[in-house]
């Protein structure tokens, strides 16, 4: 088992924790109407030396470089199970454009969610951590690569790094086998990095010291979920991770899309932006609109 694997054991307090989301978020969500429009993207090359990121929501990110695009974690589900979406996906699916590559981080069904992966059209095919492979086969991918923690593969003028986490993998609960982290790719001009889920851990670092990240996707929500598992960053972890990876400019997702967790669904964002602040960086968290391509 991974040494930053976060078990599936709830924390102490899980039925009171439990009672608390199903009050005062699952029930409440189930009647709001979505919110934003969908755009429709860009599709010519960002301007040189820049990439272009698009946020659609939760942790899906289409990414375009000089040559090449990339989706991470595509999801365009309007319900994960009892948890609907709260707003629109920044591009509809049925507007996006063939890409080269999908990247997925790990099995869970707010990440890998399969109706969303049969409608994208890539052309070198998908990778996912190792022992997810037959979860994506039959999708209509060319080409099904599982990757190893701190492998990298080359394809074309992309190299992409499968970088550590600390969370869990598993899709149904048993299924521990599976592995899970994030990815960072990169191209001649600009690299970035997609956390996938992860609580804070000294990992971060570590991915650092590998590779010079000009852009950091990182998760910000689902901080207090009903489990008290150790599962997902706050925005002040995530901040601390943000400067252990050394990157230019940190991007922060995981918010807003599903309500997977205790916190108000507003905390996350306000709490980043006061964060930033206080620490003096402000000019370098880029909040994403759904929708907008960010040329950074």
Known sequence: MARDYAGLKPARGWPE???RYLRH??????????EGDPRHPKLEAPPKGKARVTWIGHASFFVQFAHHSVVFDPNWANWIGLVKRLQHPGILLKH????DLVLVSHA????LHKKSLKGIEARDGIIVPRGSGGLVKGLGFDQVIEMRIWEEQKLGDLRVLHTPSHHWGARFGHDTHRDYGGFLVASEQRTVFHCGDSAYFGG???IG???KIDIALLPIGAYEPPSGRDVHMNPEEALTAFEDL????MVPMHYGTFMLSNEPPEEPLERLLAEADRRGLSGRVIVPEPGVGLEL
Not at 25 to 34: E, G, N, S, Y
Not at 108 to 111: A, L, N
């Open 209 to 211: 010291a590998r590779d």
């Open 96 to 99: 996006m454009p063939e890409v």
């Open 17 to 19: 924790r439990n009672f």
């Open 246 to 249: 050394g990157a230019e400019l």
């Open 204 to 206: 971060f670092k570590k």
């Open 108 to 111: 869970h069904f707010d990440h």
């Open 25 to 34: 978020r699952l029930v409440p969500q189930i009647f709001k109407k979505l």
